[in-house]
């Protein structure tokens, strides 16, 4: 797997006259693109009392729980790491007491040494601030009292550049602030994401960017385009929980799963998410108070299926065994970070509340399937292999992925007794329903157009065969049927000839075979794209 960089936007030539040469005669390979980022972040279990202590603790924790060896690597640190104090010229000044030195020669109140500290472990880290003047403290305090200037507007260049100094890998960039101020998201998440582009230009330190505005303004519709390039991930919802703090005053709250399946309609726009940047339904609440176990075992399949972000907000060194077992399942992590990118879609709704769901998967014939049953009555979901875009002539092998058990060979679909309020995750194994290839029709400076696609589905998969022959990520704008354009990132292809396919979801109309994909960029380089293949 290629290890993501962003790049600023390069020019794409798209050449339609490649589509009848040599490159076609090779046998294209699926490119996998980076997978949602898993880790833990401070703020539903620790709210803004956030410090070196509690961090370096959840650090130990996840390097020896066994979460590291799954996959999890971010140690994330939300609000609350700073109290707004800045010195003459600017720089952020942080509460030496709070933060202090760790190992010998290091200064107190320097960041650098919680960074230096979890990445001694083979961790990441991750820090937090708000696009306004303000952070949230100032608009609901949890604990503590509010403290104003913990934003970074009108420093976004000096801040952001601080933290890759810093070392930090993330960089969560919250809206309270914006939002008091009335600002436009689509604006100052465009201009924090060029400050983070010169930040990593004169570090060489890359930052994984988190927009977290609550899914206000759409973000699923400009994120993927923000400040030329995309931010890697971007909330879709608010809160899925109010932080549960233990030994204070909000330690009685609970996690309710009514809020784990709003989080998840709310983060359902699978055309936004393609190519490594993903829709964020918000951090998990597995192991805090309020859940089941089978309610965990849920929550972790609803966003598994969703191909999201997974960050853990319990208290990592309080976790049963249990809780362990439920996050660390290599078969459910296993579809959450499959490389091909994509996100579930509703596949079918046989009766009102009775849901199938359906993620494709990078291997050919595969499908990860979520028998939902939000009634209030066990009932039976039927999931047909054509819903799931395979062939219904043919069986099928099914595998319960929580039961750890293979269920056998179905011809045209398998039926299951959900439980009320519960899911069932399934593994299909099946084989492909042919697909339709279609080559440009239609090109103009900087544009290339593929009219009269024909789909099946409303939400159809689109794989896209293209050559990219430089060493760094390239993009192009894609707008289907005059819908609001998203960036589609292309990753190097290698030297060879041999075209490389990358797939998306995009929204069509299903009645006819009047779709039109339109690819716009700049003229200049030498990448091309040379066919889309649709299921």
């Not at 089941?292 to 319990?314: C, D, F, K, Y």
């Not at 995750?425 to 440009?440: A, N, V, Y």
């Not at 993009?475 to 075209?499: C, D, H, M, Y």
């Amino acid at each position: 797997m290629y290890k993501p960089v962003r790049w600023p936007m390069l020019s794409l030539l798209l050449c339609a006259a490649l589509a009848g040469s040599a490159l076609n005669a090779a046998q294209p390979t699926l490119i996998p693109v980076p997978p949602p980022p898993m880790g833990w972040s401070s703020w539903n279990a620790f709210s803004n009392t956030i410090n070196s202590e509690i961090t370096l603790a959840q650090a130990k924790a996840m390097a020896t729980n066994g979460m590291q060896r799954a996959g999890y690597q971010y140690i994330n640190i939300d609000e609350g790491w700073w109290l707004g104090a800045r010195d003459k010229d600017g720089n952020i000044i942080v509460d030496p007491n709070a933060w202090p030195a760790i190992a010998a020669g290091e200064r107190a109140g320097d960041m650098a040494n919680i960074v230096r500290s979890i990445h001694s472990l083979g961790l990441k880290a991750g820090i937090y601030t708000d696009a306004g003047r303000d952070g949230c403290s100032t608009v609901g305090p949890d604990l503590g009292p509010s403290y104003p200037n913990t934003g970074s507007e009108g420093h976004y260049e000096q801040d952001f550049l601080q933290f890759a100094r810093w070392g930090f890998d993330y960089v969560k960039v919250d809206w309270c602030g914006g939002d008091k101020e009335n600002l436009d998201p689509a604006i100052q998440y465009a201009e924090i994401a060029r400050a983070i582009a010169h930040a990593e230009a004169a570090t060489g330190h890359r930052l994984y960017y988190s927009i977290c505005n609550w899914g206000k303004h759409s973000p699923f519709t400009w994120a993927p385009n923000v400040g030329g390039v995309a931010a890697d991930i971007w909330r879709t919802g608010g809160d899925i929980v109010a932080p549960i703090v233990a030994n204070s005053k909000n330690a009685d709250r609970k996690a309710e799963f009514k809020e784990v399946l709003r989080e998840f309609d709310q983060a359902q726009h699978p055309q936004a998410q393609h190519t490594g940047y993903y829709n964020d339904p918000d951090m998990m609440v597995v192991g805090m108070p309020g859940l089941t176990e089978q309610q965990n075992r849920a929550h972790m399949s609803l966003w598994a299926i969703s191909g999201g972000p997974l960050l853990v907000g319990a208290d990592l060194t309080g976790l049963s065994a249990t809780d362990l077992a439920t996050l660390t399942n290599s078969e459910v992590l296993r579809i959450d970070q499959d490389s091909l990118g994509l996100q579930s879609v509703l596949a079918a709704e046989p009766a009102p509340g009775l849901q199938v769901w359906s993620k494709p998967l990078s291997k050919t014939g595969e499908r990860a399937a979520l028998l939902l049953n939000r009634t209030a009555a066990a009932a039976s979901i039927t999931v047909h292999w054509s819903d799931l875009d395979l062939r219904d002539d043919s069986s099928a092998e099914v595998r319960d992925v929580w039961a750890g058990s293979d269920r056998g060979k179905f011809p045209g679909s398998y039926t299951a007794t959900v439980p009320a309020g519960d899911l069932i995750l399934l593994l299909i194994r099946g084989s492909e329903s042919p697909t339709t290839t279609h080559r440009p029709e239609v090109q103009r400076t900087g544009e290339l157009a593929f009219a009269n696609v024909l789909s099946r589905f409303p939400v159809a998969r689109v794989d896209i065969q293209y050559v990219n022959s430089g060493k760094t990520l390239r993009f192009a704008e894609l707008r289907v049927n005059g819908q609001v354009a998203t960036k589609i990132a292309f990753p190097p292809t290698g030297s060879g000839a041999a075209p490389g396919t990358v797939s998306l979801e995009v929204m069509m109309d299903s009645s006819s075979g009047k779709n039109q994909l339109t690819f716009a960029l700049p003229v200049g380089s030498r990448t091309a794209i040379q066919s889309i293949a649709v299921h």
